[in-house]
Nanobody, 127 residues
Framework: QVQLVESGGGSVQAGGSLRLSCAAS????????MGWFRQAPGKEREFVAA????????SYTDSVKGRFTISKDNAKNTVYLQMNSLKPEDAAVYYC????????????????????WGQGTQVTVSS
């Protein structure tokens, strides 16, 4: 089992940047695919980005490509989401999630595949 704790959320103006962090504890961090999801009020939780166990594969939803970067530091048991050029439509609660798999290059966009979730961190973007 793994416990996930997000941090780094806050309020920024459009065009600004934030870096979210997700610290993991418990089982070996390097065995997990790590993902970021977000949920705005009245909407379903949606995929944002994911990184494979090996960090060799990443995936992004189209709306954040070129603006967001996911990275994973196995030594620190932490996954990051660097968010640049933020837009009002990026505002949401952001969740970190972990998927336990033996596949080193696998990533997933499906919420149902992830085994563990953090409590979320709020991101607010004002225009």
């Amino acid at each position: 089992q793994v416990q996930l704790v997000e941090s780094g959320g806050g309020s920024v103006q459009a065009g600004g940047s934030l870096r979210l962090s997700c610290a993991a504890s418990g089982r070996t961090f390097s065995t997990y695919v790590m993902g970021w999801f977000r949920q705005a009020p009245g909407k379903e939780r949606e995929f944002v980005a994911a990184v494979s166990r090996s960090s060799g594969t990443t995936s992004y939803t189209d709306s954040v490509k070129g603006r967001f970067t996911i990275s994973k530091d196995n030594a620190k048991n932490t996954v990051y989401l660097q968010m640049n050029s933020l837009k009002p439509e990026d505002a949401a609660v952001y969740y970190c999630a972990a998927l336990d798999t033996y596949r080193t290059s696998y990533v997933s966009r499906r919420t149902s595949e992830y085994d563990y979730w953090g409590q979320g961190t709020q991101v607010t973007v004002s225009s």
